[in-house]
């Protein structure tokens, strides 16, 4: 059975930092891609980036390309998001999504950007 | 990006009837191997999105069969054959064919 099991969040003022963490199991992970995906209160999903297997590929949102950086190390089957400049809309809860054929998803990990 | 387009937004339905949901991507989600890469989840509140049916037509590991997907290229359907009233929540589409992208949600209520 997939597992990913997100940490990491929790509260931090605007323009700070924070590096969430993705824990996966269940499934060959270094032959998928993952993404990062988001969900703000009350509102609907938004996808935040993707790594390729071998972490040669990345892409992101634009409204956080040159502030987040993703990446991975297979040797420990996880994947990070790395978040530098924080604003107060990127508050959400930040969901690990591994694409596999069945795409899985972990359960969150809370981000809250307020001063 | 592909734009995907959920209707009806709300959904009222009297529990025992059934209930469908269209979900429209601006580009074919067909791939080469054959596949459509289309996926239903039901997100209920204060929990992350449960996948229903994956690649187009196929149900998730404990999906009860009243839950169906169908369709191909750009043109897809859930369909609940009889609803319960723990189907209450928001239904989304994805694709993943391409950077992920969703609909807006569809919201099924109990009339």
């Known amino acids: 059975e997939v597992q990913l099991v997100e940490s990491g969040g929790g509260l931090v003022q605007p323009g700070g930092s924070l590096r969430l963490s993705c824990a996966a199991s269940?499934?060959?992970?270094?032959?998928?891609?993952m993404s990062w995906v988001r969900q703000a209160p009350g509102k609907g999903l938004e996808w935040v980036a993707n790594?390729?297997?071998?972490?040669?590929?990345?892409d992101y949102l634009d409204s956080v390309r040159d502030r987040f950086t993703i990446s991975r190390d297979n040797a420990k089957n996880s994947v990070y998001l790395h978040m530098n400049s924080l604003r107060t809309e990127d508050s959400a809860m930040y969901y690990c999504?591994?694409?596999?054929?069945?795409?899985?998803w972990g359960r969150g990990t809370l981000v809250t950007v307020s001063s | 990006d592909i734009v995907m387009t959920q209707s009806p937004l709300s959904l009222p339905v009297t529990p025992g009837e059934p209930a469908s949901i269209s979900c429209r991507s601006s580009?074919?989600?067909?791939?080469?191997?054959?596949?459509?890469?289309l996926y239903w989840y039901l997100q209920k509140p204060g929990q992350s999105p449960q996948l229903l049916i994956y690649?187009?037509?196929n149900r998730a590991s404990g999906v009860p069969d009243r839950f169906s997907g169908s369709g191909s290229g750009t043109d897809f359907t859930l369909k609940i054959s009889r609803v319960e009233a723990e189907d209450v929540g928001l239904y989304y589409c994805?694709?993943?064919?391409?950077?992920?992208?969703f609909g807006q949600g569809t919201r099924l209520e109990i009339k």
């Open positions: 999504v591994s694409q596999t054929m069945v795409v899985s």
């Open positions: 269940g499934f060959i992970f270094s032959d998928h891609w």
């Open positions: 790594i390729k297997e071998d972490g040669s590929v990345k």
């Open positions: 580009q074919s989600l067909l791939y080469s191997n054959g596949y459509n890469y």
């Open positions: 690649l187009g037509s």
């Open positions: 994805m694709q993943a064919l391409q950077r992920l992208t």
